[in-house]
């Protein structure tokens, strides 16, 4: 039920660009990006609900593809703080959301 | 400032111990989620709650309970624990219906059963 993220890992030079892919074999209503740095709680950085829309924060952006079940999330001009693992969550219609296996991005200088 | 606070930051126990994991949010949400977090598997989802005295098993339920007598209160229980549960453990919540709010997270416990 855990949506598959990839890539596993992924290292960046800052001002590198990135993208992280989430697929889901469910439906979705939703889809949540978060970002966890070491030994802290996870962040909320958007939602995307069912619709195709594409959002952004920053220079983070995400889009969501209802038909295919997927989601990336795009990281532009990559800065060091954007540093951590990257988590997808997907919420299918009955409100339990499921996390991926998470994406460890490093940013070096 | 919102917030979910979990009791422990750090645990150890011993095999076939009662272990109390507690959860407080301060936001007066409906939900509230147990994960455990493992390298390479990410936040598998325990156990979930909508309502008070209300829970939901969710994908790895098995050797856990849970407790939720007040709004605000969510508890973790593992009624005899074993070290194949030496995890990181994470409380979440968030408003009933979905809100473009997310999930808040506490910063976690570290539970080691030896």
């Known amino acids: 039920q855990q949506p598959v993220q990839s890539p596993q890992a992924v290292i960046l030079r800052e001002g590198e660009d990135a993208v992280i892919n989430c697929s889901s074999s469910?439906?979705?209503?939703?889809v949540h990006w978060y970002r966890q740095k070491h030994g802290e709680a996870p962040i909320f950085l958007m939602i995307?609900?069912?619709?195709?829309e594409q959002k952004g924060h920053d220079k983070i952006s995400a889009s969501f593809n209802e038909k295919k079940q997927q989601s990336s999330l795009y990281l532009t001009a990559s800065q060091l703080s954007y540093s951590g693992t990257y988590f997808c969550g997907t919420e299918p219609d009955n409100n339990d959301m499921r996390f991926g296996a998470g994406t460890r991005l490093t940013v070096k200088p | 400032d919102v917030k979910v606070t979990q009791s422990s930051r750090y645990l150890v126990k011993r095999t076939g111990e009662k272990v109390f994991l507690e959860c407080v949010q301060d936001?007066?949400?409906?939900?509230m989620f147990w994960y455990r977090q493992d390298p390479g598997l990410g936040l598998r989802l325990i156990y979930f709650s909508y309502d008070v005295k209300m829970k939901e098993k969710g994908d790895i339920p098995e050797g856990y309970s849970v407790s939720r007598e007040k709004k605000e209160r969510f508890s973790l229980i593992l009624e005899s624990a074993s070290t194949n549960q030496t995890s990181m453990y994470l409380c979440a919540s968030s408003f009933l219906p979905r809100t473009e709010d997310g999930y808040t997270f506490g910063s976690g416990t570290r539970l080691t059963v030896v």
């Open positions: 936001m007066d949400h409906e939900n």
């Open positions: 995307l609900l069912k619709g195709g």
């Open positions: 469910k439906a979705l209503y939703s």
